[in-house]
């Protein structure tokens, strides 16, 4: 990856950024993907449709069966039959999941940063 010169004044440049960033806002938008997508990283293992499915609260096996064909779709995780009675299928996240692993790092920091500047602002309303 190349390092950004935020201030660019190319506007052609700013629109390129704009529309790389809204792609990649496509692709991880809804409620449940990027819930999986960090479950597949915690995990740091192939998992099975039924140890997702028990990790993510208030999922339905219809929303993670759309929701993992989306994100195979995609290239961001892959999926594995093994031919065997009963069936065995595990998901994983293929390169371009793990690649996503800085930009969700970044964006639970900045997650958090948000919360403890809210805090902040609710106490000094309060006083």
């Known amino acids: 990856m190349s390092e950004r010169d935020w201030h660019c004044e190319d506007p052609k440049q700013q629109l390129i950024w704009a529309a790389a960033t809204s792609e990649t806002l496509r692709v991880l938008e809804g409620k449940w993907k990027m819930v999986i997508i960090c479950q597949l990283f915690a995990a740091k293992c192939p998992l ?36 065997q009675v009963p069936p065995k299928v595990e998901y994983h996240l293929t390169k371009m999941g ?21 805090i902040q602002e609710d106490k000094k309303e309060r006083s």
């Open 48 to 83: 099975r449709f039924s140890e997702l499915e028990r990790r993510i609260d208030d999922i339905n096996q219809k929303m993670l069966i759309q929701q993992l064909k989306q994100l195979e779709k995609d290239g961001i995780v892959e999926r594995t039959v093994y031919p």
């Open 98 to 118: 793990i690649a996503l692993g800085p930009s969700m790092e970044a964006l639970i920091d900045w997650a958090f940063l948000r919360r403890e500047q809210l």
